[in-house]
Every structure is written in structure tokens, then in C-alpha cells.
């Protein structure tokens, strides 16, 4: 059972390049998640999905989009790259909302020059 | 808008002893959910232990206890018999229950010294 499956794990990009940080999982949750982790402020959530189809806005959602087509995938996009988007990206999932926790997988370092 | 505070950036604890680390959080909700991940330096985020509002029980995972006082919203977690595996960064992170965020604190680096 892998869990939550995070690729790349390490990402270096140019300013004003595009890319999408894909996850993976494997549990049938219909809750999935994405987090960027700063140094000293903990984990922020950027967007949310309650099932497939629909996605919602979380507290940082600027300059980055998703999509969520299945109930196993929900990819993150960073449209044009900025040196404010450096950080530790983490996608999470969860069977009941959240209630019971989520699931992490191992986090993306992403660095933008 | 929940916050989460963790008001010790680092602490330290001597192997075999007992150490606590705070949390308080801001809500007007009165059901809701509590969490304390730990994330060593792998940087995989796993959940330690989890607190329900509506329960008084305080609770507990082998060495992983909670103190949940919610007139005072706190939420402190005691780790006993110290073990170097658990030198991590810990976060506490609060759930409400119509939502679907984790709102997180700023995180307490724990180190625990031979």
C-alpha cells in the first residue's frame, strides 16, 4: 500500500517557468489537499478537492491551480514560477474530511531562481 | 479564522525523560478536532495523536499523552521516556468539524540529547 505519492522530490525552476507537482493515492480517500511548508509557519493549505470534479480555494491559493479528474490524482500547478513560491510543497489525503487525520506524502523542495 | 500558537521555537530533553510541548489556538467553535503531527528530518509528516473537543478524556499513545484543557484552549503534548527517535519538529494543528483544513502552528523543534 504506498500511501500518498509525491514526484519529483526536489525541483529547481527558473523564474516564469511552469510546472506541476504531482500526487498520488492509493486509498480510495475522496478528500486530497495541497500544503506549503515556510520556516517558522507551519503548513499552509493552497487548494482542497472533496471529491472528483470539484476543488476549492484554500488560504495561499494565488499563483498556483488544480484539477482533480479522478478520485487518485490531484496535481498542483504553478503557472509562472516566482521566488515567493520556493517552499515545501506537501499533499495530503484524508477518508473523512479530516477528521481523523490526513495522510502525507513526502513533500516536494521546490526552489525558484 | 482559527490560529494556532506554539510559543517554543526549540526545546531540548535528556534521553529517558519527559518533556512537554505547548499549543494554544483561538476558536469560536465549540466541536472540532485536535492534532499533534511530528516531521523528523526525512520530512515525512506523521500524526502522532489526535483529540476530539467533545471528549474530556485526554488522550493517549503509548509514551504520547495530551493535556486538552478546552476552557483555556490549550493543548499541550507530553512525551515521556525520551527516546532520540523522537527528535523531530512537532506541529500542532487544529480541524474544525464542517471544514476541511488543518490549520497549523509554527512548530516546536525538539531535540533529545544522549
Known amino acids: 500500500n504506498a500511501g500518498v505519492t509525491q514526484t519529483p522530490k526536489f525541483q529547481v525552476l527558473k523564474t516564469g517557468q511552469s510546472m506541476t507537482l504531482q500526487c498520488a493515492q492509493d486509498m480510495n480517500h475522496e478528500y486530497m489537499s495541497w500544503y506549503r511548508q515556510d520556516p517558522g509557519m507551519g503548513l499552509r493549505l493552497i487548494h482542497y478537492?472533496?471529491?472528483?470534479?470539484?476543488?476549492d480555494q484554500g488560504e495561499v491559493p494565488n499563483g498556483y491551480n488544480v484539477s482533480r479528474s479522478t478520485t487518485e490524482d490531484f496535481p498542483l500547478r504553478l503557472l509562472s514560477a516566482a521566488p515567493s513560491q520556493t517552499s515545501v510543497y506537501f499533499c495530503?489525503?484524508?477518508?473523512?474530511?479530516?477528521?481523523?487525520?490526513?495522510?502525507f506524502g513526502s513533500g516536494t523542495r521546490l526552489t525558484v531562481v | 479564522a482559527q490560529t494556532v500558537t506554539q510559543s517554543q521555537p526549540e526545546m531540548s530533553v535528556q534521553e529517558a525523560e519527559t518533556v512537554t510541548l505547548s499549543c494554544t489556538y483561538d476558536?469560536?467553535?465549540?466541536?472540532?478536532?485536535l492534532f499533534w503531527y511530528k516531521q523528523p528530518p526525512s520530512r515525512q509528516m506523521i500524526l502522532v495523536i489526535r483529540?476530539?473537543?467533545?471528549?474530556?478524556q485526554n488522550a493517549t499513545e503509548n509514551r504520547f499523552s495530551v493535556n486538552f484543557q478546552k476552557a483555556a484552549k490549550s493543548f499541550s503534548l507530553k512525551i515521556s521516556d525520551s527516546q532520540l527517535g523522537d527528535t523531530a519538529m512537532y506541529f500542532c494543528?487544529?480541524?474544525?468539524?464542517?471544514?476541511?483544513?488543518?490549520?497549523f502552528g509554527g512548530g516546536t523543534r525538539l531535540m533529545v540529547k544522549p
Open positions: 494543528a487544529f480541524h474544525n468539524n464542517a471544514g476541511n483544513m488543518l490549520t
Open positions: 476558536t469560536s467553535e465549540s466541536n472540532y478536532y
Open positions: 478537492s472533496v471529491g472528483a470534479g470539484i476543488t
Open positions: 495530503a489525503s484524508s477518508l473523512t474530511g479530516g477528521r481523523d487525520g490526513y495522510t
Open positions: 483529540q476530539e473537543a467533545y471528549k474530556q
